[in-house]
C-alpha cells in the first residue's frame, strides 16, 4: 500500500501535482481548465490531441499528437504524467474514455478526472434516473486500479439558460417559460470558469499531508471522491427575476406556464423513444429539478469552493453573459442535435 503521508515518499518526492495532462483542450470546459491551470503557473500542461486535430492549443501548453487505435501512442503520451483530465464532446465514439483509461492505467497515472460533470454522483436515485448514470464509469475506473475525481458542479448555467425551452424552460424568442412544478425549486449550478477555477485550485493543493498532523486541504483528500463545487443556487423563478433586473422585464411581459417536473420527465423520455433528441435534455433537467431530487447537493453534500479557494458568483452578472450569448445568435447546434447532450 502507498503511503499516505509526504514524510514517507521516497527522496525526490514533490509535494504537488507537477504534470497535468489534458483531452478535449478545445472543448468549452477543457479549454476553461487549461487556461486556469496555466495562470497558476504551477504545472506543465500537455494536451493530447489527434494527429489531425484542428485544435488550438493556447500558450504555455505543450501538445502531443495521439492515435486513438494506437495504444502504445496513448500510453507514451501519457507515460510520467500525474493527472488526467478527460474532456469529451458528445460526438466522440463512446469508447474513447475507455482507450484512455487503459491507457492511463498502464502508463501508471495516479488520479483521472473523467468525463463526468454535472449531478451527484453519489445521488444513485438521481444517477439512475438522470439519463447520465456515471457509476459504470466509476466502476471502470476503479476496475484497472486508478484514482478518481469527479467535478460535481450541476448544470452549467450560461450553457443551460441561453439553450432554450427544452433545458431550463426559457424559449427567449416568444418571451415565454415553463416553471417546472412552481418554478421555484433550488438547484446548484456553475459556470465554465469556474469550473476552470474549481480544477486548479485543487491542482494547486499539495498531494499528500506533510504527516499525520498536517490537515490542510490536498488533492489526496479527494481520492475517489467527488468535487463538490457551485457558481450559485438558483430555482427558474430566481432566472426569471435575474433576466427582469437585466431587462427592465416584469411578469406580465412574458408567458408563464406551469408543468409537473414529474410529468416532463416522462414526456421527455418518451419523445427519446420517438426519436426526438431534444427529449434527452428534457427529461435529463425536469429530473434535477424534482423537489428533494438531488439538484441541491450544497444542502446535502456541503461544497468544497472554499477548500480550493472558489467564491460564488454574482447570478446577474452570468445571466448577462447568456443573453449575450443569445443576442448574438450562439448555437452550439448549427449542424444538428446530438444524440445526447452535455451539461
Known sequence: MAQKYAKDQPAGFTNFIQRVAIVGIGGRIGSHIAEELIKTGKHKVTALVRGESKATVPGGVEATAIDYDDENSLVSALKRQQFLIITLAVTAPPDTQSKLLKAAAKAGVPYVMPNIYGGDILNNSLQADGMYDSRPKIAEIESLGLSW?????????????????????????????????????????????????????????????????????????????????TSFK????????SIHRLTGSIDKDWEIEYEPSAKRYEDGKAEMQKGMRTGFAKAMYARVFYVNGG???????????????????????????????????WNPFAQGFPSTTRR
Open 234 to 241: 438558483a430555482s427558474q423563478r430566481d432566472m426569471l427575476d
Open 295 to 329: 439538484g441541491d447537493f450544497e444542502s446535502s453534500r456541503g461544497l468544497d469552493n472554499d477548500l480550493v479557494g472558489l467564491q460564488k458568483e454574482d447570478i446577474d452578472k452570468i445571466t448577462r453573459g447568456a443573453l449575450d450569448m443569445i443576442e448574438s445568435g
Open 149 to 229: 475525481v469527479v467535478l460535481v458542479c450541476g448544470f452549467w448555467y450560461e450553457w443551460s439558460l441561453a439553450l432554450g425551452p427544452f433545458w431550463f424552460g426559457f424559449d427567449f424568442p416568444n418571451k415565454k417559460v415553463t416553471f417546472f412544478d412552481d418554478g421555484k425549486t433550488l438547484i446548484n449550478v456553475s459556470t465554465w470558469p469556474q469550473c476552470g477555477r474549481a480544477v486548479a485550485g485543487l491542482l494547486s493543493l499539495k498531494e499528500l499531508p506533510e504527516d499525520e498532523n498536517d490537515n490542510s486541504p490536498t488533492v489526496s483528500r479527494w481520492k475517489n471522491k467527488p468535487l463538490y463545487i
